[in-house]
């Protein structure tokens, strides 16, 4: 089996390229710089800070952050990559201190900006996790729960435009990869993912990620909403799956994007759920999140919808069905009020919703423990999927 390479020009390459396009929209991205250029923008941001305080008429300055709301946010149309992606434009928010609203939010940047600035002159890495326990010790008027911090990181990510892991936060992962490919680490002995009856656990460091041999076999890359490794689907389809094992967390929407870059002819196929939240999963997949905006051109994948879908649903017992929940409604108006959403998935997101039924993966064992790779196989030799 012949080593795949990337191509000269990479995938991230090509999105910087298409980025240009959209520079008369003001488009706002986080770039990947060294530790060096990280903590040169934060002393700049201290020096601005200072010089406005020590001014003839000293005031607080406002921190001014790129506006992550989905009011903000557009969708490229993949001119050069094929591959569309959300991005922030133009609008601003800020955080004060002069505000009692907005204060302790204020605080948070530059606590959270301290550290990462202690964790980059020492040369280490932190996940987001080890950061609040961090920051619970050091600054407990300030941070009393994991989703401050989640929030702080992403409002210095869109101080000083760059990405969370040139701040020295690296992403835990409960992804899992398994199939027809073989994984290298540098100096390390090659792993076939194909072995496991677990699968390969994804590393939530992306450098180590981003610097992974690769090579395969496989025809496809299906993305699966939860487990699913242990049926080996794989041995009845040359493919490659992949799980974040429910909400994609970052290493593995970034493992995907790096396997997209490696096997640009392989389809990247998704399994869900066949409700609002499943599509909220592949939409994520597709296009990245709202709340990382500044990053998700590194994330973003072509993928095509294979199911489960509105059809599919003659293929399960009617006794299986359950009904949306109230999560389930919140989930469905935010993606029909969002223009991500292309028409298709909009139909079918509107015949979920007026149904107020939801089906889940495991409802196809209905018809036998073997059936799923049946039903994929089936799927893909009719080129049903959108």
Known sequence: MDLEREPEVGMEDLCRSSLAFFSDQQLYYADVLCPSEVRARMEVAVLNFLRILNSPEPAISLLPLIDRRSSNTRVSSGLLTGVPWIFLSHSFCTRS???????????RVWKVMELCFQ????GKQVTQRELFYKLLCTSPDYFS???????TI???VALLQCSRYSLGIIASSRGLVAGRLFLQEPGKEEI???TSSSGYAISGDLSLLDNLVMRTNARYIIVVEKRLVEDRVFNQIPSIIITARGYPDIATRFLLHRMSRNFPELPILALVDWNPAGL???????????GMGLEAYRYACNVKW???????????????LTQLKPKDLQIAKSLMSSEILQENYREELQVMTQSGRRAEIEAL????????GKYIAKKIVQADYI
Do not use: H, W
């Open 365 to 372: 064992y209905f018809n036998g423990y073997d059936y799923l």
């Open 306 to 320: 294979l199911g489960l879908r509105g059809d599919d649903l003659a293929l399960i017992p009617q006794e299986s």
């Open 119 to 122: 964790i980059l002159v020492e």
């Open 192 to 194: 076939d993912c194909s």
């Open 97 to 107: 201190l002069m505000k009692a609203n907005a204060a302790k939010a204020f605080v």
């Open 154 to 156: 992403q409002d210095v």
């Open 145 to 151: 729960s994991q989703l401050q911090v989640n929030k």
């Open 280 to 290: 909220a999963i592949l939409c994520t997949f597709k296009f990245g999140s709202i």
